[in-house]
Protein backbone atom coordinates (compact mmCIF):
# COMPACT_ATOMS: atom_id res chain seq x y z
CA UNK A 1 0.00 0.00 0.00
CA UNK A 2 2.89 2.17 0.85
CA UNK A 3 4.09 1.54 -2.38
CA UNK A 4 1.64 2.18 -4.15
CA UNK A 5 0.97 5.80 -2.51
CA UNK A 6 4.78 6.47 -3.43
CA UNK A 7 3.95 5.73 -7.00
CA UNK A 8 0.91 7.85 -6.94
CA UNK A 9 2.64 11.13 -5.69
CA UNK A 10 5.73 10.27 -7.91
CA UNK A 11 2.92 10.53 -10.98
CA UNK A 12 1.61 13.69 -10.02
CA UNK A 13 5.05 15.37 -9.21
CA UNK A 14 5.85 14.45 -12.84
CA UNK A 15 2.53 15.37 -14.56
CA UNK A 16 2.82 18.96 -12.15
CA UNK A 17 6.40 19.38 -13.68
CA UNK A 18 5.20 19.15 -16.93
CA UNK A 19 1.79 20.85 -16.63
CA UNK A 20 1.40 23.03 -13.53
CA UNK A 21 4.55 24.45 -12.99
CA UNK A 22 4.83 25.99 -16.07
CA UNK A 23 8.67 25.73 -16.63
CA UNK A 24 11.37 26.80 -19.25
CA UNK A 25 10.92 23.86 -21.68
CA UNK A 26 14.65 23.12 -20.82
CA UNK A 27 14.12 23.03 -17.33
CA UNK A 28 11.32 21.07 -17.23
CA UNK A 29 12.72 18.47 -19.26
CA UNK A 30 16.02 18.64 -17.05
CA UNK A 31 13.68 17.71 -13.98
CA UNK A 32 11.61 14.98 -15.82
CA UNK A 33 14.49 13.08 -16.80
CA UNK A 34 16.79 13.23 -13.41
CA UNK A 35 12.75 12.26 -11.86
CA UNK A 36 12.97 9.07 -13.94
CA UNK A 37 16.13 8.04 -13.60
CA UNK A 38 16.63 8.69 -10.15
CA UNK A 39 12.78 7.79 -9.20
CA UNK A 40 12.23 8.46 -5.57
CA UNK A 41 15.92 10.73 -4.79
CA UNK A 42 15.05 12.70 -7.84
CA UNK A 43 11.65 13.34 -6.53
CA UNK A 44 13.42 15.01 -3.58
CA UNK A 45 15.79 16.90 -5.66
CA UNK A 46 12.77 18.30 -7.28
CA UNK A 47 10.95 19.23 -4.56
CA UNK A 48 14.35 20.51 -2.66
CA UNK A 49 15.49 22.58 -5.79
CA UNK A 50 13.37 22.88 -8.49
CA UNK A 51 9.72 22.89 -7.15
CA UNK A 52 8.23 26.73 -7.14
CA UNK A 53 5.64 25.48 -4.88
CA UNK A 54 7.26 27.30 -1.29
CA UNK A 55 7.30 30.39 -3.55
CA UNK A 56 3.87 30.68 -4.73
CA UNK A 57 2.55 29.59 -1.07
CA UNK A 58 4.87 32.34 -0.13
CA UNK A 59 3.73 35.13 -2.01
CA UNK A 60 0.47 34.24 -1.41
CA UNK A 61 0.81 34.11 2.61
CA UNK A 62 2.25 37.58 1.75
CA UNK A 63 -0.14 39.07 0.13
CA UNK A 64 -2.19 38.16 2.68
CA UNK A 65 -0.37 39.65 5.63
CA UNK A 66 -0.28 42.98 3.15
CA UNK A 67 -4.06 43.31 3.41
CA UNK A 68 -3.75 44.04 7.19
CA UNK A 69 -0.49 46.40 6.61
CA UNK A 70 -0.49 50.07 8.55
CA UNK A 71 -2.23 52.35 6.52
CA UNK A 72 1.37 54.84 6.78
CA UNK A 73 3.81 51.62 5.79
CA UNK A 74 4.68 53.28 2.41
CA UNK A 75 7.01 56.31 4.17
CA UNK A 76 7.92 57.88 0.49
CA UNK A 77 8.33 61.50 0.24
CA UNK A 78 5.21 63.39 -1.45
CA UNK A 79 7.53 65.44 -4.04
CA UNK A 80 8.41 63.84 -7.62
CA UNK A 81 11.73 63.35 -8.92
CA UNK A 82 12.59 65.12 -12.64
CA UNK A 83 13.32 63.52 -15.36
CA UNK A 84 14.99 66.36 -17.06
CA UNK A 85 18.51 66.02 -16.66
CA UNK A 86 18.41 62.50 -17.75
CA UNK A 87 19.89 61.23 -20.69
CA UNK A 88 17.60 59.44 -23.51
CA UNK A 89 19.25 56.08 -22.83
CA UNK A 90 18.51 56.81 -19.03
CA UNK A 91 15.03 57.85 -19.16
CA UNK A 92 14.42 54.83 -21.37
CA UNK A 93 15.46 52.67 -18.39
CA UNK A 94 13.85 54.58 -16.08
CA UNK A 95 10.13 54.55 -17.80
CA UNK A 96 10.40 50.67 -18.39
CA UNK A 97 11.34 50.30 -14.56
CA UNK A 98 8.35 52.64 -13.74
CA UNK A 99 5.74 51.06 -15.53
CA UNK A 100 6.93 46.98 -15.89
CA UNK A 101 8.59 47.54 -12.37
CA UNK A 102 6.65 49.37 -10.37
CA UNK A 103 9.77 51.09 -9.13
CA UNK A 104 9.32 54.80 -7.92
CA UNK A 105 11.84 57.52 -9.30
CA UNK A 106 13.59 58.79 -6.56
CA UNK A 107 17.03 60.40 -5.61
CA UNK A 108 19.57 60.77 -2.92
CA UNK A 109 21.62 63.66 -2.00
CA UNK A 110 24.68 61.76 -0.77
CA UNK A 111 26.16 58.20 -1.74
CA UNK A 112 29.13 56.44 -0.71
CA UNK A 113 30.68 53.41 -2.14
CA UNK A 114 32.39 50.71 -0.19
CA UNK A 115 34.82 48.23 -1.58
CA UNK A 116 36.03 46.47 1.62
CA UNK A 117 34.61 45.30 4.51
CA UNK A 118 37.51 46.60 6.82
CA UNK A 119 35.59 50.36 5.46
CA UNK A 120 32.12 49.28 5.09
CA UNK A 121 31.83 47.70 9.05
CA UNK A 122 33.79 50.96 9.94
CA UNK A 123 31.11 52.85 8.84
CA UNK A 124 27.74 51.10 9.18
CA UNK A 125 29.10 50.34 12.70
CA UNK A 126 29.66 54.38 13.01
CA UNK A 127 26.23 54.98 12.24
CA UNK A 128 24.13 52.47 14.55
CA UNK A 129 26.11 53.75 17.32
CA UNK A 130 24.87 57.01 16.36
CA UNK A 131 21.45 55.74 15.97
CA UNK A 132 18.15 57.41 17.87
CA UNK A 133 15.37 55.91 16.93
CA UNK A 134 15.44 52.78 14.72
CA UNK A 135 17.68 50.20 12.99
CA UNK A 136 16.53 47.64 11.00
CA UNK A 137 18.63 45.31 8.73
CA UNK A 138 18.19 42.24 6.51
CA UNK A 139 21.16 40.29 5.43
CA UNK A 140 21.30 37.19 3.61
CA UNK A 141 23.91 35.83 6.22
CA UNK A 142 24.50 36.83 9.50
CA UNK A 143 27.99 34.73 10.57
CA UNK A 144 29.21 33.18 13.83
CA UNK A 145 32.53 35.49 14.17
CA UNK A 146 33.96 38.58 15.43
CA UNK A 147 32.07 40.25 12.95
CA UNK A 148 28.64 38.86 13.55
CA UNK A 149 28.95 39.19 17.26
CA UNK A 150 30.31 42.79 17.32
CA UNK A 151 27.45 43.91 14.84
CA UNK A 152 25.22 41.97 17.69
CA UNK A 153 27.12 43.60 20.54
CA UNK A 154 26.35 47.09 18.86
CA UNK A 155 23.12 46.12 18.45
CA UNK A 156 22.29 45.16 22.12
CA UNK A 157 23.13 48.51 23.81
CA UNK A 158 20.98 50.66 21.30
CA UNK A 159 17.83 48.33 22.03
CA UNK A 160 18.68 48.30 26.09
CA UNK A 161 18.57 52.69 25.36
CA UNK A 162 15.37 52.11 23.22
CA UNK A 163 16.18 52.20 19.97
CA UNK A 164 13.73 50.12 17.57
CA UNK A 165 16.13 47.36 16.30
CA UNK A 166 14.84 44.88 14.13
CA UNK A 167 17.07 41.82 12.24
CA UNK A 168 16.44 39.64 9.41
CA UNK A 169 18.20 36.90 7.64
CA UNK A 170 17.79 33.63 5.80
CA UNK A 171 17.08 30.55 7.55
CA UNK A 172 19.05 28.24 5.89
CA UNK A 173 21.68 30.71 5.16
CA UNK A 174 22.41 30.96 8.76
CA UNK A 175 21.97 27.47 10.13
CA UNK A 176 25.34 27.40 11.16
CA UNK A 177 24.78 30.82 12.99
CA UNK A 178 23.69 29.67 16.85
CA UNK A 179 20.65 31.31 18.30
CA UNK A 180 22.14 31.82 21.87
CA UNK A 181 24.43 34.74 19.29
CA UNK A 182 21.35 36.59 19.41
CA UNK A 183 20.06 36.23 22.54
CA UNK A 184 21.40 39.41 24.16
CA UNK A 185 19.44 41.34 21.45
CA UNK A 186 16.42 39.85 22.06
CA UNK A 187 16.69 40.04 25.62
CA UNK A 188 17.08 44.04 25.20
CA UNK A 189 14.29 44.42 23.70
CA UNK A 190 15.62 43.41 19.92
CA UNK A 191 13.88 41.37 17.64
CA UNK A 192 15.38 38.66 15.50
CA UNK A 193 13.63 36.65 12.31
CA UNK A 194 15.07 33.68 10.46
CA UNK A 195 13.12 33.94 7.44
CA UNK A 196 11.73 31.68 5.49
CA UNK A 197 12.10 28.58 7.28
CA UNK A 198 11.99 25.88 4.64
CA UNK A 199 14.31 23.44 2.86
CA UNK A 200 14.34 24.93 -0.94
CA UNK A 201 16.22 26.74 -3.43
CA UNK A 202 14.42 29.93 -3.16
CA UNK A 203 16.08 32.13 -0.67
CA UNK A 204 16.04 35.82 0.73
CA UNK A 205 19.42 37.52 -0.50
CA UNK A 206 19.11 40.62 0.08
CA UNK A 207 20.70 43.22 1.88
CA UNK A 208 18.94 46.21 3.29
CA UNK A 209 19.75 48.30 5.95
CA UNK A 210 17.54 51.78 7.08
CA UNK A 211 18.67 53.64 10.16
CA UNK A 212 16.77 56.50 11.75
CA UNK A 213 14.59 56.58 7.93
CA UNK A 214 18.23 59.05 7.02
CA UNK A 215 20.43 56.32 6.20
CA UNK A 216 20.51 53.18 4.09
CA UNK A 217 23.10 50.55 2.52
CA UNK A 218 22.73 47.78 -0.34
CA UNK A 219 25.05 45.94 -2.06
CA UNK A 220 26.89 42.60 -2.02
CA UNK A 221 28.06 42.46 1.77
CA UNK A 222 26.97 40.53 4.22
CA UNK A 223 28.30 40.28 8.13
CA UNK A 224 31.35 38.21 8.37
CA UNK A 225 35.33 38.18 8.50
CA UNK A 226 35.45 37.13 5.24
CA UNK A 227 34.53 40.39 4.08
CA UNK A 228 36.64 41.99 5.99
CA UNK A 229 39.72 40.18 4.01
CA UNK A 230 40.07 37.36 6.88
CA UNK A 231 39.25 34.41 4.92
CA UNK A 232 42.02 31.67 4.60
CA UNK A 233 41.61 30.98 1.09
CA UNK A 234 39.19 33.31 -0.70
CA UNK A 235 41.69 36.20 0.07
CA UNK A 236 41.51 39.10 -0.93
CA UNK A 237 37.68 39.74 -1.05
CA UNK A 238 36.43 42.59 -3.27
CA UNK A 239 33.03 43.59 -2.67
CA UNK A 240 31.00 46.46 -3.23
CA UNK A 241 28.38 48.38 -0.55
CA UNK A 242 26.89 51.28 -1.35
CA UNK A 243 26.02 53.81 2.07
CA UNK A 244 22.94 56.37 0.96
CA UNK A 245 21.35 59.64 2.43
CA UNK A 246 18.02 61.38 1.10
CA UNK A 247 14.88 60.45 -0.06
CA UNK A 248 15.96 56.88 -1.81
CA UNK A 249 16.02 55.51 1.93
CA UNK A 250 12.29 55.75 2.20
CA UNK A 251 12.20 53.35 -0.82
CA UNK A 252 14.23 50.54 1.32
CA UNK A 253 12.99 51.42 4.45
CA UNK A 254 9.37 50.07 2.69
CA UNK A 255 11.13 47.43 1.04
CA UNK A 256 12.21 46.47 4.09
CA UNK A 257 9.50 46.96 6.59
CA UNK A 258 7.40 44.98 4.21
CA UNK A 259 9.45 42.18 4.18
CA UNK A 260 9.70 42.38 8.47
CA UNK A 261 5.66 41.96 8.23
CA UNK A 262 5.98 38.92 6.25
CA UNK A 263 8.03 36.76 7.91
CA UNK A 264 7.55 37.58 12.03
CA UNK A 265 5.13 35.47 13.80
CA UNK A 266 1.07 36.18 14.74
CA UNK A 267 2.56 37.45 18.45
CA UNK A 268 4.66 40.15 17.08
CA UNK A 269 1.81 41.43 14.33
CA UNK A 270 0.98 43.96 17.28
CA UNK A 271 3.66 45.40 17.95
CA UNK A 272 5.54 45.77 14.58
CA UNK A 273 2.31 47.36 13.38
CA UNK A 274 2.06 49.29 16.25
CA UNK A 275 5.29 50.76 15.88
CA UNK A 276 5.17 51.72 12.18
CA UNK A 277 1.95 53.27 12.56
CA UNK A 278 3.46 55.85 14.83
CA UNK A 279 6.39 56.42 12.33
CA UNK A 280 6.39 59.86 10.97
CA UNK A 281 7.38 60.19 6.90
CA UNK A 282 10.90 62.28 6.68
CA UNK A 283 10.84 65.47 4.78
CA UNK A 284 14.07 65.04 2.12
CA UNK A 285 15.77 67.52 0.12
CA UNK A 286 15.02 66.53 -3.82
CA UNK A 287 18.22 66.06 -5.60
CA UNK A 288 19.22 65.45 -9.05
CA UNK A 289 20.54 62.63 -8.13
CA UNK A 290 18.05 60.37 -9.62
CA UNK A 291 17.79 56.56 -8.96
CA UNK A 292 15.51 53.60 -8.60
CA UNK A 293 15.40 50.30 -6.81
CA UNK A 294 14.06 47.02 -7.86
CA UNK A 295 13.50 43.98 -5.72
CA UNK A 296 12.93 40.38 -7.68
CA UNK A 297 11.47 37.48 -5.66
CA UNK A 298 7.96 36.64 -3.91
CA UNK A 299 7.15 40.63 -4.36
CA UNK A 300 6.17 39.82 -8.28
CA UNK A 301 5.47 37.48 -10.32
CA UNK A 302 7.18 39.17 -13.43
CA UNK A 303 11.13 38.44 -13.37
CA UNK A 304 12.07 42.11 -12.63
CA UNK A 305 15.59 41.93 -11.93
CA UNK A 306 16.11 40.24 -15.01
CA UNK A 307 14.20 42.46 -16.96
CA UNK A 308 15.51 45.56 -15.56
CA UNK A 309 18.98 43.92 -16.70
CA UNK A 310 17.75 43.67 -20.20
CA UNK A 311 16.72 46.90 -20.17
CA UNK A 312 20.12 48.30 -18.95
CA UNK A 313 21.72 46.31 -21.38
CA UNK A 314 19.77 47.38 -24.70
CA UNK A 315 20.20 50.55 -23.69
CA UNK A 316 24.22 50.99 -23.52
CA UNK A 317 25.84 52.55 -26.66
CA UNK A 318 29.47 52.15 -26.26
CA UNK A 319 30.62 49.62 -23.33
CA UNK A 320 29.00 47.72 -20.60
CA UNK A 321 30.93 46.43 -17.69
CA UNK A 322 29.73 43.71 -15.07
CA UNK A 323 31.37 42.44 -12.24
CA UNK A 324 30.06 38.89 -10.46
CA UNK A 325 31.57 36.21 -8.50
CA UNK A 326 29.13 33.98 -10.90
CA UNK A 327 28.68 34.22 -14.67
CA UNK A 328 25.47 31.94 -15.83
CA UNK A 329 22.88 34.20 -17.27
CA UNK A 330 19.94 32.62 -18.64
CA UNK A 331 19.71 32.32 -22.68
CA UNK A 332 17.69 36.00 -23.32
CA UNK A 333 20.48 37.52 -21.13
CA UNK A 334 23.15 35.71 -22.51
CA UNK A 335 21.56 36.86 -26.45
CA UNK A 336 21.81 40.35 -25.10
CA UNK A 337 24.90 40.53 -24.46
CA UNK A 338 26.21 38.72 -27.64
CA UNK A 339 24.13 41.48 -29.54
CA UNK A 340 25.19 44.18 -28.14
CA UNK A 341 28.85 42.91 -28.30
CA UNK A 342 28.45 42.30 -31.82
CA UNK A 343 26.66 45.54 -32.32
CA UNK A 344 30.07 47.09 -31.60
CA UNK A 345 29.56 47.70 -27.94
CA UNK A 346 32.72 47.15 -26.11
CA UNK A 347 31.67 44.78 -22.92
CA UNK A 348 34.21 44.21 -19.91
CA UNK A 349 32.98 41.09 -17.54
CA UNK A 350 34.94 40.84 -14.29
CA UNK A 351 35.15 37.46 -12.40
CA UNK A 352 36.98 35.45 -9.61
CA UNK A 353 40.25 34.59 -10.30
CA UNK A 354 39.91 32.74 -6.83
CA UNK A 355 37.27 29.16 -7.58
CA UNK A 356 33.73 30.32 -6.27
CA UNK A 357 32.90 26.77 -6.16
CA UNK A 358 34.15 23.59 -7.94
CA UNK A 359 30.89 23.36 -9.69
CA UNK A 360 30.18 26.54 -10.19
CA UNK A 361 33.70 27.98 -12.23
CA UNK A 362 33.77 25.61 -15.05
CA UNK A 363 30.28 26.38 -15.94
CA UNK A 364 31.33 30.52 -14.73
CA UNK A 365 34.52 29.84 -17.43
CA UNK A 366 31.85 28.27 -20.22
CA UNK A 367 29.61 31.15 -20.32
CA UNK A 368 32.79 33.73 -20.55
CA UNK A 369 33.67 31.87 -23.41
CA UNK A 370 30.83 32.28 -25.19
CA UNK A 371 31.13 35.91 -24.90
CA UNK A 372 34.88 35.59 -25.59
CA UNK A 373 34.09 34.13 -29.50
CA UNK A 374 32.29 37.82 -29.84
CA UNK A 375 35.28 39.93 -28.41
CA UNK A 376 34.50 40.54 -24.91
CA UNK A 377 37.14 41.10 -22.50
CA UNK A 378 37.07 39.05 -19.46
CA UNK A 379 39.43 39.79 -16.46
CA UNK A 380 40.05 37.29 -13.43
CA UNK A 381 39.99 39.36 -10.09
CA UNK A 382 43.56 38.37 -8.00
CA UNK A 383 41.45 37.15 -5.16
CA UNK A 384 37.60 36.78 -5.18
CA UNK A 385 35.44 39.19 -6.34
CA UNK A 386 32.25 39.25 -4.44
CA UNK A 387 30.79 42.27 -6.05
CA UNK A 388 27.18 43.20 -8.07
CA UNK A 389 27.12 45.64 -10.48
CA UNK A 390 27.04 46.65 -13.54
CA UNK A 391 27.53 49.88 -15.53
CA UNK A 392 26.46 51.22 -18.57
CA UNK A 393 28.33 53.99 -20.57
CA UNK A 394 28.85 56.57 -18.39
CA UNK A 395 25.46 56.82 -17.45
CA UNK A 396 24.04 54.37 -15.54
CA UNK A 397 25.46 51.77 -13.12
CA UNK A 398 23.79 49.22 -10.71
CA UNK A 399 24.67 47.79 -7.20
CA UNK A 400 22.81 45.36 -5.48
CA UNK A 401 22.47 41.78 -3.87
CA UNK A 402 22.29 40.18 -7.87
CA UNK A 403 24.67 37.79 -8.75
CA UNK A 404 24.65 37.14 -12.71
CA UNK A 405 23.27 33.86 -12.19
CA UNK A 406 19.69 32.31 -13.26
CA UNK A 407 18.69 32.06 -9.32
CA UNK A 408 19.41 35.55 -8.40
CA UNK A 409 17.86 36.79 -11.82
CA UNK A 410 14.70 34.89 -11.41
CA UNK A 411 14.27 33.25 -8.20
CA UNK A 412 16.01 34.70 -5.01
CA UNK A 413 14.78 37.42 -3.23
CA UNK A 414 17.02 40.13 -4.38
CA UNK A 415 16.97 44.24 -4.80
CA UNK A 416 19.20 46.18 -6.48
CA UNK A 417 19.67 50.36 -7.04
CA UNK A 418 20.05 51.86 -10.79
CA UNK A 419 21.85 55.06 -10.50
CA UNK A 420 21.21 57.76 -13.08
CA UNK A 421 23.73 60.58 -11.91
CA UNK A 422 26.38 61.01 -13.85
CA UNK A 423 29.42 61.73 -11.64
CA UNK A 424 28.47 58.51 -9.41
CA UNK A 425 28.29 56.03 -12.86
CA UNK A 426 31.94 58.08 -13.83
CA UNK A 427 33.08 57.35 -9.92
CA UNK A 428 32.05 53.56 -10.09
CA UNK A 429 34.22 53.72 -13.85
CA UNK A 430 37.19 54.39 -11.97
CA UNK A 431 36.54 52.42 -9.35
CA UNK A 432 36.04 49.44 -11.73
CA UNK A 433 39.42 50.74 -13.88
CA UNK A 434 41.75 50.39 -10.47
CA UNK A 435 40.14 46.61 -10.20
CA UNK A 436 41.08 46.24 -13.65
CA UNK A 437 45.01 46.88 -12.79
CA UNK A 438 44.24 43.76 -9.70
CA UNK A 439 43.45 41.91 -12.43
CA UNK A 440 44.69 38.59 -15.20
CA UNK A 441 43.01 38.74 -18.69
CA UNK A 442 41.01 35.48 -19.47
CA UNK A 443 41.53 35.80 -23.40
CA UNK A 444 39.46 33.58 -25.91
CA UNK A 445 43.01 31.59 -26.15
CA UNK A 446 42.81 30.71 -23.12
CA UNK A 447 39.18 29.16 -23.57
CA UNK A 448 40.19 27.16 -26.33
CA UNK A 449 43.22 25.80 -24.61
CA UNK A 450 41.41 24.67 -21.22
CA UNK A 451 42.00 21.35 -20.01
CA UNK A 452 40.35 18.13 -20.62
CA UNK A 453 39.25 18.43 -16.79
CA UNK A 454 37.68 21.34 -17.16
CA UNK A 455 35.90 20.64 -20.19
CA UNK A 456 34.84 17.11 -18.27
CA UNK A 457 32.88 19.08 -15.83
CA UNK A 458 31.55 21.37 -18.10
CA UNK A 459 29.73 19.01 -19.56
CA UNK A 460 28.60 17.50 -16.06
CA UNK A 461 27.48 20.91 -14.62
CA UNK A 462 26.27 22.67 -17.71
CA UNK A 463 22.66 20.76 -17.46
CA UNK A 464 22.43 21.57 -14.08
CA UNK A 465 22.62 25.59 -15.13
CA UNK A 466 19.50 26.48 -14.77
CA UNK A 467 19.20 25.05 -10.82
CA UNK A 468 22.58 27.34 -10.22
Not at 276 to 290: D, G, N, V, W
Request: overall charge positive.
Amino acid sequence: MLHLMLFVIYILLLLMVIFVERKRPTEALLWVVIMIFLPYFGTILYLVFGSTVAIKLTAVIRKKKLKGQPYNLELLPSASAPESQLSEADIQVVRFNTVYNASVLTCCNQAEFYTNGKSHYTQLFKDIRNAKTCIFIEFYTIHHDLIGEKLTELLTEKAKEGVEVWVMCDFIANLSTPKKMFQPLVDAGGKVVRVKPYFTHYRSHRKIVSIDQKIAYIGGMNIGKQYANMDEVKNPWRDTQIRLEGACVSVLNTYFLKDWLCSIRRCDWQHATGYISQMKAETYEMTSSLCQFIVGGVDTDKEAVKMCYLSMIRSAKTRIRIQSPYFIPDASVLDALKTAAASGVEIELMIPGIKASFFLDPVTNYYSGQLLEYGTKVYKYKGYIHAKTMVIDDELCCVGSVNMDMRSLMVDDEVCGVFYENSLVQKYNKIYDKDILECIPYTWKDFQERSRKERALESIFLPFAPLM
